[in-house]
């Protein structure tokens, strides 16, 4: 009888440690739940928080969207009141925010040339027609601001510039790729099934040699683009000399407006070359550098 009695006492204490820790987990339990709650509300308090934040910077990006076309419309009143030098510095601030534009290239230069700065509006013109090169009005304002070129150095581009100049290079990729793409998938095809090869031959042929052409336009367009640098004088008189010092003798003189190709560059100079082969050194500060996609210029580009 005493095993059995102390057998109770055993389960007895056992349940008693059960309750116990049955108590303990009831005793943590709220605070568990009180910590979660306290988790969720903190993560919800961040969440508000991003949310305004994201809300408050797509806002002002908004308003700064939304007032690009007045300012815009404010610079096109103040040149149609005869103001350009006005215009082209309301102009200058519409580009400096970087919301570019074939239309706003095309107005700076215009304001540009307006008030007799020939040589920061053909920049500008080249920099519309890089967007926008199928645009007729950019680009008989361009050839005419070119005829207005003092002295026989105004820039005349050559046939195949003109030529491959119709498109951008966007527009060359594009077309390149696509060439290149349908030749290996008529290759492809001919492989696949064989009975279809005499057919596709002529295809095959044609494709591939329209791949190559458009390849190789695409890579004159990317080297003239990208290698090709061109000096804009934006001076009123620029000398070029035999060499990179002051000192050195004169060899010719180009005005604003004239476009020479840059072929070196040693401290404050450019070694440059005209459409006459004629090769000098000439100032950096007298120039802008057109170059591709970039531009080295001034710290304003409407002087």
């Not at 440059?272 to 710290?299: K, N, Y």
Request: with cysteine; aromatic share 10%; glycine share 6%.
């Amino acid at each position: 009888m005493k095993p059995d009695c102390r057998t109770r006492a055993q389960i007895a204490a056992v349940a008693a440690d059960v309750r116990r820790l049955s108590l303990k987990s009831e005793i943590r339990n709220p605070k568990s739940e009180i910590a979660r709650a306290s988790l969720r509300r903190r993560l919800l308090s961040a969440s508000r928080l991003i949310l305004l934040l994201v809300l408050c910077c797509c806002g002002s990006d908004l308003s700064r969207a939304g007032d690009v076309p007045s300012a815009f419309e404010q610079a096109n009143k103040l040149y149609e009141q005869g103001k350009f030098t006005e215009a082209a510095a309301a102009y200058e601030k519409l580009i400096a925010s970087e919301r570019v534009s074939p239309a706003l290239y095309f107005n700076f230069g215009n304001a540009l040339f307006k008030s007799g700065r020939i040589g920061r509006a053909i920049l500008n013109y080249r920099l519309g027609e890089q967007l926008a090169p199928r645009d007729p009005d950019i680009r008989a304002n361009l050839r005419f601001a070119r005829n207005q070129v003092s002295g026989a150095d105004a820039r005349s581009p050559t046939w195949w510039r003109r030529w491959i100049g119709h498109l951008t290079l966007n527009e060359w990729t594009v077309l390149a790729a696509v060439a290149v793409w349908l030749w290996f998938g008529l290759l492809a095809l001919a492989q696949w099934r064989p009975s279809l090869k005499k057919s596709l031959g002529g295809y095959t042929a044609t494709v591939g040699v329209a791949a190559a052409l458009l390849s190789v336009c695409l890579a004159v367009t990317g080297y003239d683009r990208f290698e090709v640098k061109s000096a804009i004088v934006v001076a009123n008189e620029a000398i070029v000399r035999y060499g990179p010092l002051d000192e050195s003798d004169r060899y010719y003189t180009v005005r604003d407006g004239a476009e020479l190709t840059v072929l070196d560059a040693k401290g404050d100079w450019l070694e440059v070359i005209d459409r006459f082969r004629r090769t000098g050194w000439l100032r950096r500060e007298q120039v802008l550098l057109f170059h591709g996609a970039s531009l080295t210029a001034s710290p304003s580009l409407s002087g």
